[in-house]
């Protein structure tokens, strides 16, 4: 019996051993997940534009005046010079336009 217990005990705790490293590792790559990234896409993080630097909401308000149906959600804004500022836009929620939407979604459908 105790011979059984050492074994199982010794091969649990290898495979926890695996497990907690295996975690402990893509944990750690997670952590320069910016400079990963920047080194596998340059050309995402890299600019050539010259001109003075816009401010954060100044930046964000053109970019939704020139994508008027998008929404800025997130915006990384660079420290370093010559970096490019990163945003993620969202579709805009139009309360209007979902009405309509609905309302022409029930009608194809009740059409049917």
Do not use: K
């Not at 660079?78 to 979604?105: C, F, I, K, T, Y």
């Amino acid at each position: 019996m105790r011979s059984i217990l050492v074994l199982l005990h010794r091969y649990i705790g290898l495979a926890t051993a695996i497990f907690l490293f295996l975690a402990g590792i893509t944990g750690s790559i997670l952590a320069f997940h910016h400079e990963l990234d920047e080194w596998l896409n340059p050309e995402f993080y890299h600019t050539t534009s010259e001109g003075p630097v816009l401010a954060p909401g100044t930046l964000v308000e053109r970019v939704e005046q020139a994508n008027p149906r998008m929404q800025v959600w997130y915006m990384e804004f660079p420290s370093e010079p010559g970096h490019a500022a990163l945003m993620a836009l969202v579709p805009r929620n139009d309360p209007a336009l979902a009405s309509r939407m609905a309302s022409a979604q029930w009608c194809s459908t009740s059409m049917r």
